[in-house]
């Protein structure tokens, strides 16, 4: 990023560059690809045309080999996807796999040397942070805005809602989806997904878009690329946040034939512990257990009746719909 600013030569103000994003984007959007899928559609009785659909999105290379990172709503049920670069060269993509809860897919493309959008291990987006959205938005070509990081969310694989995403206010229209949220050194804060939507369709809604953080896209990426899907831990409980100077939480209700009801736990019991972590709230629970590997046990430690008791619990799978 550059800065405006001044500086006086013999008396006289002279200009610098002013403030600008173009170094940001340089570095990011040959990474951010377009994506055109197409529906074969059965044909009408009595005719022969097949009447096809196709929908816009936006891609990200994340690595030199061909993996390309997208919405899963930009793919889904797609009979062709066609993957072109900004160079103009065109490519048809195979889905790898697929996790409806992020709305995360992974597409694979056969080329090699492809160029991989800038990447952070480290990067930790903070609110406030300025963001850039790139993603080709109804056909018009690669188009970049601009925005505010207004919120971030977890990097857990447990949560379905909007706390798990960041939220910014970068226009997200059809055909970003899918795209790259990059910072101003042009590296991948999280992959474009959504605008707010709520039932109340009178109210203007404006300014309330989403993204998937970066670290939380790359672990499902990871997952799908090595098993072709993501597997999630699953305990079966619904669960009540204690007050924030209690640790832990109250079981409030528990599933059929899961986990935690052959496990023996019970509608009341407070539990505060896995393993020999200590829980501090409901959203660490979850994560720890949606990233728990199926079949593993973990111990459960809690209070019922007054009493401290330690169960064993054997993870179950969370199961991908659609998978």
């Known amino acids: 990023m550059q800065l405006a600013n001044s500086t006086f030569l013999n008396g006289e103000k002279e200009e610098t560059a002013p403030l600008s994003y173009a170094k940001a984007v340089s570095r990011a959007a040959p990474a951010v690809v ?36 997208t919405n899963y709503h930009v793919v889904q049920n797609a009979d062709l996807v066609s993957v072109w670069l900004q160079t103009g060269q065109r490519y048809d993509a195979v889905l790898i796999g697929f996790d409806i809860y992020t709305d995360l897919a992974v597409l694979k493309v056969d080329a090699v040397n492809l160029p991989v959008i800038p990447q952070r291990n480290d990067l930790e ?7 850039l959205a790139i993603g080709n938005p109804l056909n018009l070509g690669q188009t970049v805005t601009q925005g505010i990081i207004s919120a971030t969310g977890r990097n857990g694989l447990s949560s379905t809602s909007y706390l798990q995403f960041l939220q910014m206010d970068a226009a997200i229209n059809e055909g970003n989806s899918g795209g790259a949220l990059v910072n101003t050194n042009g590296e991948l804060v999280g992959i474009n997904s959504r605008k707010f939507t709520q039932r109340n369709s009178q109210l203007n809604v404006q300014g309330i878009f989403f993204a998937v953080p970066y670290k939380l896209a790359n672990r499902v990426m990871q997952k799908i690329i090595e098993n072709g899907r993501v597997t999630r831990g699953w305990l079966g409980v619904n669960t009540e946040q204690l007050p924030s100077h209690t640790k832990g939480f109250t079981i409030t209700a528990i599933s059929p034939n899961s986990p935690a009801q052959r496990a023996g736990l019970q509608v009341g019991d407070l539990v505060y512990q896995f393993d020999d972590v200590e829980i501090t709230g409901v959203e660490q629970a979850l994560d720890i257990v949606a990233e728990t590997r199926p079949g593993k046990s973990i111990m459960v430690s809690l209070y019922r009746n007054k009493q401290t008791l330690q169960l064993p619990v054997q993870i179950g799978e969370l199961r991908n719909i659609g998978n």
Request: charged share 15%; glycine share 10%.
């Open 125 to 131: 987006s903070l609110s406030g942070d300025v963001v």
């Open 34 to 69: 377009n994506i055109y899928s197409t529906d074969h559609a059965q044909p009408r009785r009595y005719s022969r045309n097949v009447a096809n659909t196709t929908r816009l999105g936006s891609g990200v290379i994340m690595d030199p080999n061909g993996y390309i990172l």
